[in-house]
């Protein structure tokens, strides 16, 4: 009965060229005919909302399942099952992802020069990344459709969730990431959760060169962010965001930039959102990347976003350490359509921010401390005003790159560089561990100083 129900509520879907617009198979990522990135559609909307429903029906259904036993409503992705694509209750692959929560940020709203500032956490997820609210769909279409093994080339968080999703629903996964250059938390998680991983001697861009061709050669599903089923689960993030807010946009969301797969997700769900009738207008969605991995940032200021410009990428935010990303034009219809932009930020201001976010007792990993550099950017430029509301989407937790962490503390990260960024000093941020004498005094001592 209940697997009936989930069936009936889910939408059909299918896929189409972003290019020319051509519809193809289920299970492919470019078009056969421009080779162009695919996205999917729900036909069905057309006549009225998913299923059927009108925006206050979806709205307190996915409200009422929140209670539930049934641990596809327990998924923070599959209870809005809705607006995803139609797969079999029982092939449904969830680790329970999803229902992440929605902080305030008051010290980074001061010091960002803004009144309100939310953080989405999507690091609070299973296995401590946004990937994995895509992973359940991409993973459970790929078990639907028979695959018996899935693959991906990861900067490492990819790779963790896959890894997992993998495990939990009997599929075999390879995974190819660049030697040396993702966090050891990351390549520890693929490892403990059973993945066969090869470390390539290559930068990620490298890698996705080599796997794509061998899933042209070998029956493996391709679980990269070019997956359109990964981007529909992505999309869920900004559906939960909008109704911790009640259904009330934000003026911003502002999300890390790497693939582009992530900001395609979060845009597409929110025109979604107002094709339903479930908001009324769009906030501006914006993109930030790293100084030395800036392809879109160059893309659009020097070529005004006609041809992608690929760059060698180099960041110590190994996440979004990318330089040739595929969804570049899908982010960019995003940035246009709702009236974002794009911001690059500095190393040392995204150790800064990186620590800012932690000070306030809720920590992320560098690639996603970009989204808090890039607002302070922007907030100087006029583009964010301070009495507009913001939305920074955090996308990975603090301890996948505790060296970063340590290395920043300990005043090792920036070695013979700058010390300084908008005439802050990393000082003032560092909290080195003591070494102390195992004696009361020495603690007692040291508090009495900490006290003035
Ligand atoms: N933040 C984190 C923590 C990431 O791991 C990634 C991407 C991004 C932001 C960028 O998101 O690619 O959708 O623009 N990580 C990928 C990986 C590439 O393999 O884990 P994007």
């Avoid at 079999?88 to 329970?96: E, F, G, K, V, Y």
């Avoid at 992973?135 to 790779?159: I, L």
């Avoid at 290559?202 to 042209?216: P, S």
Wanted: neutral net charge; hydrophobic residues 40%; glycine residues 8%.
């Amino acid at each position: 009965m209940a697997e009936q129900a989930i069936k009936r509520e889910t939408s059909v879907s299918q896929l189409r060229c972003i290019g020319c617009g051509s519809t193809a198979l289920p299970d492919r990522f470019r078009c056969e005919h421009c080779r162009d990135l695919l996205e999917i559609i729900f036909p069905g909307w057309e006549q009225g909302g998913p299923a059927g429903l009108t925006a206050q029906s979806l709205k307190n259904l996915w409200s009422d399942r929140r209670p539930s036993l049934e641990p596809a409503d327990q998924s923070g992705v599959w209870r809005f099952r809705e607006i995803l694509p139609d797969i079999a209750s029982q092939q449904i692959i969830t680790i329970r992802e999803g229902n992440t929560p929605l902080y305030e940020l008051p010290s980074c709203a001061t010091s960002a020069g803004i009144d309100h500032l939310f953080a989405k956490h999507q690091g609070m997820n299973p296995t401590g990344s946004f990937k994995d609210t895509g992973m359940t769909v991409a993973a459970s279409f790929a078990r639907q459709a028979g695959y018996k093994w899935v693959a991906c080339a990861s900067t490492g968080n990819t790779s963790a969730s896959m890894a997992a999703y993998a495990a939990r629903g009997g599929l075999h996964s390879l995974v190819l990431i660049p030697d040396g250059k993702i966090s050891w938390g990351k390549l520890s998680q693929s490892l403990d959760y059973g993945a066969i991983t090869c470390q390539l001697k290559t930068d990620f861009d490298g890698c996705v060169r080599v796997l794509n061709e061998v899933v042209e050669r070998m029956p493996v599903y391709l679980l990269n962010s070019v997956n359109p089923y990964r981007v529909e689960g992505q999309k869920t993030a900004a559906f939960e965001l909008l109704e911790q807010l009640n259904w009330e946009p934000p003026d911003h969301i502002i999300v890390p930039g790497g693939n582009l797969a992530n900001s395609s997700a979060i845009g597409k769900a929110l025109r979604e959102m107002r094709q339903i009738g479930l908001i009324s207008r769009m906030p501006k969605i914006s993109v930030i990347q790293a100084e030395g991995a800036n392809p879109l940032v160059r893309t659009i200021r020097e070529n005004a976003g006609e041809k992608l410009i690929p760059v060698h990428a180099e960041t110590m935010a190994t996440a979004i350490r990318i330089g040739n990303p595929a969804s570049w034009k899908k982010a960019l219809r995003v940035i246009t359509e709702s009236e974002g932009t794009v911001e690059q930020v500095s190393e040392i201001e995204i150790a800064l921010a990186k620590a800012e976010i932690g000070s306030e007792g809720i920590g992320c990993e560098p690639a996603s401390a970009v989204t808090l550099a890039g607002l302070k950017k922007l907030v100087k430029q006029g583009f964010v005003k301070a009495n507009e509301s913001v939305a920074l989407i955090l996308t990975g937790h603090v301890l996948k790159d505790a060296d970063f962490t340590l290395k920043f503390h300990r005043g090792d990260l920036f070695e013979g560089m700058p010390q300084e960024a908008e005439g802050r000093t990393l000082k003032s941020h560092q909290r080195a561990p003591l070494i102390l004498e195992p004696s009361v005094e020495a603690v007692v001592e040291l508090l009495h100083t900490s006290e003035k």
